[in-house]
């Protein structure tokens, strides 16, 4: 699980961090926009898959599924993590 001593992050609050050096915009930090349904399709996946998660433990896969077209996956390509 993951750890954040804020509330519930927005892509403007990521902007105000990035823009006052309280997170450097080189970290690897992303938002993952649940507006598309990334993170219920995550959370499905190990629903069907019998995986007890939270959320935060099971971002990594949500992020994948945001950035799938972007990286140029192909539905046959093997992916290790």
Known sequence: MLYAKFNKFSPVDFKYYFNHGACSNLS??????????????????????????????????????????????KKDDKIVS
């Open 28 to 73: 690897s930090v992303e938002y993952i926009d649940e507006g598309e349904g990334f993170l219920n399709k995550a959370l499905v996946v190990a629903a069907n898959n019998h995986i007890t998660c939270e959320p935060s433990g099971i971002a990594g896969l949500a992020m994948f599924f945001q950035l799938i077209d972007e990286l140029n996956i």
